[in-house]
């Protein structure tokens, strides 16, 4: 049974860094496509980030950019968002969202359980 497991967030001053983990538990094929989310107190869930599995197209929030990277190690089946120069208003649970081929070769899409990143002014 395929899980994804969040780890790595927090609470950091204004200006600090944060990385956030999803790790893939389970057999799979491949990652199709990696996505971050986060949803603030009271607002909708919006799209942070987003890449190809090969990492060759990348989209990124228009606030977060030049600031938050999505990258991924293969060989651990982690994907990974780091977030420097933090600002109070990146506050919100984050959440990995991946479309992968299972071992069964069917395509299912996942989410994590979330992670609590807040930033203090």
């Known amino acids: 049974q395929v899980q994804l497991v969040e780890s790595g967030g927090g609470l950091v001053q204004a200006g600090g860094s944060l990385r956030l983990s999803c790790a893939v538990s389970g057999s799979i094929f491949s990652i199709n496509y990696m996505n971050w989310y986060r949803q603030a107190p009271g607002k909708q869930r919006e799209l942070v980030a987003g890449?190809?599995?090969?990492?060759?197209?990348?989209n990124y929030l228009d606030s977060v950019k030049g600031r938050f990277t999505i990258s991924r190690d293969n060989a651990k089946n982690t994907v990974y968002l780091q977030m420097n120069s933090l600002k109070p208003e990146d506050t919100a649970v984050y959440y990995c969202?991946?479309?992968?081929?299972?071992?069964?070769?069917?395509?299912?899409?996942?989410w994590g359980q979330g992670t609590q990143v807040t930033v203090s002014s």
């Open positions: 969202n991946l479309y992968i081929v299972t071992i069964a070769r069917q395509y299912h899409e996942y």
């Open positions: 890449a190809t599995s090969g990492g060759g197209t990348t």
